[in-house]
T-cell receptor, first 115, second 114 residues
Framework: DSGVTQTPKHLITATGQRVTLRCSPR?????VYWYQQSLDQGLQFLIQ???????AKGNILERFSAQQFPDLHSELNLSSLELGDSALYFC??????????????FGEGSRLTVL | KNQVEQSPQSLIILEGKNCTLQ??????????LRWYKQDTGRGPVSLTI?????NTKSNGRYTATLDADTKQSSLHITASQLSDSASYIC?????????????FGKGTKLSVIP
């Protein structure tokens, strides 16, 4: 158990809909990262937050948005869903936001299926 | 552009055999390199970290090497077990100016068969 909690574990929805994925980082971790992993693909970095502020942005679509709340949990909002958005969405956390060893603790992922 | 290339893309070996996974990177400035193991449908878990000054590090049956001059790393698995079946991901970390960036490889999918 990494200590990172993601909900929901599974989600099935229709094209055009909007969903929200939630992540609670490990106790004490200030950084939260979101990754997308499509079937048999590598992890694609979406966005990073550090202590409530956006720190880095990757290949995140404009239809997607995220935020980190004062209690450090984070939400990833996916809207106008398309079939191609079906994927595993991972949240990871780390204690540092600056210089660090790059050790991320990953949650178990939220599997999104768009029909 | 920072890139991490892993080879082979996939590998099938018999239980009990050894194997070596490769990672080549073009990342600058280099801070450290991690190998992660990702079981199917699960989140990745860190196996080992290699800093600039380290050449070899072992974690049980896993041994990672780093050649900072050629920008190559390898992960050697000895006496493979069925539970080693997973994707192994190489991640290179750059650090500086108050932030750091992680560049992920696409991973090597290892299948260990009886």
């Amino acid at each position: 158990d990494s200590g990172v909690t993601q909900t929901p574990k599974h989600l099935i929805t229709a094209t055009g809909q909007r969903v929200t994925l939630r992540c609670s980082p490990r106790s004490g971790d200030l950084s939260v990262y979101w990754y997308q992993q499509s079937l048999d693909q590598g992890l694609q970095f979406l966005i990073q937050y550090y202590n409530g502020e956006e720190r880095a942005k990757g290949n995140i679509l404009e239809r997607f948005s995220a935020q980190q709340f004062p209690d450090l949990h984070s939400e990833l909002n996916l809207s106008s869903l398309e079939l191609g958005d079906s994927a595993l969405y991972f949240c990871a956390s780390s204690v540092e936001g600056g210089r660090g060893t790059g050790e991320l603790f990953f949650g178990e992922g939220s599997r999104l299926t768009v029909l | 552009k920072n890139q991490v290339e892993q080879s082979p893309q996939s590998l099938i070996i018999l239980e009990g055999k050894n194997c070596t996974l490769q990672c080549n990177y073009t990342v600058s400035p280099f801070s450290n390199l991690r190998w992660y193991k990702q079981d199917t449908g699960r989140g990745p878990v860190s196996l080992t970290i290699m800093t600039f000054s380290e050449n070899t590090k072992s974690n049980g049956r896993y041994t990672a090497t780093l050649d900072a001059d050629t920008k190559q790393s390898s992960l050697h698995i000895t006496a493979s077990q069925l539970s080693d079946s997973a994707s192994y991901i190489c991640v290179v970390i750059t650090s500086g100016a108050g932030s750091y960036q992680l560049t992920f490889g696409k991973g090597t999918k290892l299948s260990v068969i009886p």
